[in-house]
Structure formats: C-alpha cells, structure tokens
C-alpha cells in the first residue's frame, strides 16, 4: 500500500542555510553535503506496519440488500410455440414402441360393435315409425260365443299403425267394453299383418231372467242369452237373476266351473241349501251329492270316473256321493 506521505524537497547549495531551516539556524542532516548550487531531490517512504495497514484498509459495508435485476431467460425472445417444439434432431431420437395387439383388438372390436349399435338403432327407430308396416289386416282367432267381425269392428283403431307400436294391453283395453273377452293376445305378421288370439270366458250355466235364460261364467257375468234352455248344455242354477252375485251363486258356480265339459252336458240343473250343500242333477234324473267347494278337482276326475261304470239293469244307481272324494258312494 502506497505511504500517504508526501515526498519533501531539500534544496542543496544554498548558503549558510538548508530548506527545512532557514531561518531558524538548524543545520542540514547528516549524510548530505552541498555540492554546489544543483539542487537535489530527494524522496523517502516508509512502510505501515500491520495495525496501520489494518487502519487504512477500507471498512467493509453490509451487503447491498437491493434486489438484483432477474436475469433474462436464454430463450426469453423465443415464443412458447418454439419453446415447445422439439428439434427436428430430438425427435428423430424419440424411440416409439407399437401398440399391443390386445388393445389394438380391443379398441377395433368396440369400434365395430358401436358401428352395429347404430346401425341397429336406425333400422329399430325405421321400423317403429315405419307407414311400411302398417296395420291392414286383422285376424281373429278362439271365438265361440263372439264373432270375428265383431273383434275386428272393436280393433278397428288399429289400422295404419305400425305394428312394433301395438302392444297386448292396448287391445285388451280396445276389447274391454266385449265382456265375453277374458284374455287376448296380439302377434304381429309384417309386412301388415296382426294376428289376435282371444281367450273367452266359459259359460257354466243358465240362470232364468224372465222369458230368457242368461249364460254365466263362473264370476256370475252374463255372456249371453237364450230362449230355448234345451238349446245349450248346460244346467239351470235355481234362483232367478236375484241369485247372482250371492254365496250360495258363488259357491254352486265354483262348482260347475271345474267340472270337465262332457260331464257338465250331462248336467239339467244345479242348487245349494248352504255353502255346504251343493247338489246337481243329471238328464237322467240321478242326483250327485257335492257337498263344499273344497277340493273340486279331486271331486271332479271322482265323479267322472263315476259315471264312465257301466249300468247295472238290475241295480241302477240313483245317487252319487263324491262330498268325500276319497271313500266315494253310490246307491
């Protein structure tokens, strides 16, 4: 480190006097002589010790705490699109693997099964919307106690209507107001077609209204009406009209509906004392002996048996007993 003192100038020749003490009689150092009247520079220097140097040293100061400017990105005047797109070289060095088989044959299979979806969609969406299938023809099937024209006058809304649009409930409720419909079923045969199957209610026997005599099922609804009893097989329940709808009607009909059909044309009338006592009566005059309602079929395939004995001359049978269907008795 450079002294901080100045260098001092000692003019040489000058008489009886140096520079430093003129005027006050000191005479020059030691070790200098005047040589004449040439002046003579000189320069001394001393060197600090360690406490001065320590001294001078410049004080160090706290740590600016002024933020430094951020530096600017290297790609800052790049836009983001050529930020984000790799070189041509980078890409030429991505490593691409092929696909599995497995997930390439799965993703193709739901491809085509969507492809099939659709493509079935539009033919079910054409079909029910379809005027190609349009009702125009209507066929009636299991009628006895209607007639076909009558069913088909009944379905008569039907026509022009596409045929997936018709369901079974909606001819049931277009066949309702017919009471001797009790079931009815609807095929359609495109391209026009529908077939109707109707299950009818069976008539179990005759119940007297006045000059007619009213077919009844086992629910006690009328299905139709006769002048001429002897014009169908089938027995007359005593009462009138006022019976139906009783427990003794109830009862006696239950018993006629689940007898077979070639036993209930052999029957001429039918009547109950109580719930208990049900009796029927043949064209030939024989009585059977019913008891309840309580096990009608079993009392049934009885009697039936019964009746396929052949007569005895001798000792014709009057009586049929099948109130117990197990231990039957005829006398």
Do not use: C
Not at 27 to 47: K, L
Not at 77 to 90: L, M, V
Not at 92 to 100: D, K, Q, R, S
Not at 272 to 289: F, N, Y
């Amino acid at each position: 480190m450079a002294s901080t003192r100045r260098p001092t100038y000692r003019p040489a020749g000058r008489s009886g006097s140096s520079a430093t003490g003129a005027g006050n009689g000191t005479a020059p150092p030691s070790g200098r002589t005047s040589t004449g009247s040439d002046d003579v520079i000189s320069a001394s220097r001393s060197v600090p010790d360690a406490a001065q140097a320590q001294q001078a040293r410049p004080p160090k100061t706290a740590r600016s705490t002024k933020t430094a400017a951020p530096r600017k990105p290297r790609f800052a005047g790049r836009s983001k699109d050529k930020q984000a797109e790799p070189s041509a070289e980078s890409a030429a060095n991505v490593l691409t693997f092929p696909e599995p088989k497995g997930k390439r044959r799965k993703r193709n299979l739901l491809m085509v099964l969507a492809a099939v979806a659709a493509v079935v969609a539009g033919l079910l969406a054409g079909a029910v919307y379809s005027p190609v299938l349009a009702v125009d023809t209507i066929s009636v099937s299991g009628t006895r106690l209607l007639t076909p024209a009558q069913v088909q006058a009944a379905l008569e809304p039907l026509r022009g209507k596409p045929l997936p649009q018709i369901t079974d409930e909606e001819v049931g409720r277009l066949l309702q107001p017919l009471v001797q419909v009790k079931a009815v079923s609807a095929e359609a045969r495109p391209p026009s077609g529908l077939a109707v199957a109707v299950r009818e209610r069976v008539p179990v026997a005759l119940v007297k209204q006045g000059e007619q005599y009213q077919l009844v099922d086992v629910d006690g609804v009328q299905l139709a009406a006769t002048d001429d009893p002897a014009s169908v097989s089938l027995p007359v329940i005593d009462g009138g009209a006022g019976a139906i709808g009783q427990d003794l009607f109830r009862a006696t009909a239950a018993v006629l509906g689940a007898l077979p059909a070639d036993v209930l044309a052999k029957l001429s009338n039918a009547s109950a004392q109580s719930v208990d006592a049900v009796e029927l009566k043949l064209v030939d005059g024989q009585t059977i002996i019913w008891g309840n309602a309580s096990e009608r079929e079993l009392k049934a395939k009885v009697l039936e048996a019964l009746l396929k004995v052949p007569a005895d001359p001798k000792n014709p049978v009057r009586v049929y007993d099948v109130s117990v269907p197990r231990h039957p008795v005829t006398r």
